[in-house]
């Protein structure tokens, strides 16, 4: 297939590799063989001569969500009434046991899927439930979309209500077996490992995925050190692991040989966060989430210094909304509140942090994305900010600035992904 050689002319704005704001005014992003060859002043003569003019709009690398429940999608802004092992119970595991009907999981997915694709967000790693045809089903839809993303079939075999459950070893055969149906089947959807969490996993459970992730190469998703009440099951499960992280480390399922994305780590103790560092997982920061399920405030300034991967995430349902631009916001306010609650000798994170973690550090986690350097993949927003009013001229800063408190999906005029327009 023909790849697309094009520029595109706007405000071009991204960030650093040091986390820095890079900003060029009317400036030309050139596509080519699609991908990125890098931002221009003036329009090189050796680049794609056809350019689309977006004029003064706002040209931003596309946002990835590091960790989104799709069969959550149907409860977004219920329940928020309960902490997490509660909030599990009384609304997530009634509501997920629905997907072993496919008609319903068609209707929720359909849904779900159309949300996605007129998001900020392009890439996105999603759970699903433990029902195989249901998982599947959502990959062709999110395929359909045309984002890219990981999607995990869930594994749970204990602690669990009896009509949300998988047998031991058919939840390993299920996995294989969707692994194999999956691997090759979608140009832009690939499988992702997904126990849910220890609490929900027997540690042959554990064990077989660690061996299942080795063996065929796919990276791991998880929820780690998310809540106080968890922590102290996990510690009861896995009374020799140093930390919750340790556990699955035992496992295989901590990074090493293939990528892993975690979920929250609000709690994470400082061994942890060593092996966190040491294994290079991704952290995936779900500030609304926990705030809603009261789970805690995730010093994540202290983790950013630490050099850690902490990308932004919403996780739907315990966030309420799969808009991005809200997870920047709360990453921001939420910063504010441990920063004069908690402890304030870390620093407040500014608007150039939760956009670094949105682009460029969770856009890592699927290679060379979420920044318009050369090599890096075309992913990109065009942002019509103009109704946004106000008589005060603002600077370019400024109106990146305002994005995370008052961007929705309709400011988004265009969404490439892989050089692709959406829309
Ligand atoms: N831990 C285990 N399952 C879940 C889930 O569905 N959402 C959140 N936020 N945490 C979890
Ligand atoms: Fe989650």
Known sequence: MEKPNFTIKGNICHTTPDGALSLHP?????????????????????????????????????????????PQFTFRGLGMDRELMQWLETYTFPEEAKYKALEYADEAYT?????????????ACVFATIHRPATELLMQKMEETGLVTYVGKVNMDQMSPQYLIEDTAQSERDTI?????????????????????????????????GRIAADYNIPVQSHLSEN???????????????????????????????????????????????LIRKRGVFIAHSPESNL?????????ARYLDMGLNVGLATDVAGGSSECMFKAMAHAIQSSHMYWRLIDDSWPQLTF?????????????????????????????????????????????????????????????????????PLF
């Not at 009374?239 to 780590?265: E, R, W």
């Not at 809603?292 to 994540?300: E, F, K, M, T």
């Not at 370019?396 to 400011?411: K, M, V």
Request: charged fraction near 20%; proline fraction near 7%.
């Open 26 to 70: 009317d400036s030309y992003l050139v596509c080519e063989n699609g991908v990125c060859t890098g931002v221009f002043p003036q329009l090189p003569d050796w680049a794609p001569q056809t350019v689309i003019d977006y004029g003064d709009l706002l040209v931003i690398p596309g946002l990835n969500d590091l960790h989104i429940h799709a």
């Open 111 to 123: 849904i779900f899927a159309d949300h996605m694709r007129r998001s900020a967000t392009t890439r």
């Open 177 to 209: 077996d969707w692994l194999e149906a999956t691997i090759d089947r979608f140009a832009r959807t690939k499988p992702i490992i997904t126990p849910r969490f220890i609490p929900t996993c027997s540690s042959q459970l554990l064990a077989a995925l």
């Open 228 to 274: 106080r009440e968890e922590i102290a099951i996990v510690s009861k499960l896995e009374p020799d692991a140093a930390s919750y992280g340790h556990a699955y480390d035992k496992y295989g399922l901590l990074g090493g040989n293939s990528p892993c994305v975690m979920a929250h780590c609000v709690h994470s103790s400082d061994i942890e966060l060593e």
């Open 292 to 300: 809603n399920v009261s789970s805690g405030i995730a010093p994540i």
């Open 352 to 420: 150039a942090d939760v956009f670094h973690m949105a682009t460029r550090i969770s856009g890592a986690f699927f290679g060379k994305v979420g920044a318009f350097d050369p090599g890096y993949a075309f992913d990109a927003l065009v942002i019509d900010d103009s109704n946004l009013l106000t008589p005060k001229p603002l600077t370019l800063t400024e109106r990146l600035e305002r994005l995370p408190y008052l961007a929705t999906p309709q400011h988004i005029v265009a969404k490439y992904i892989n050089a692709t």
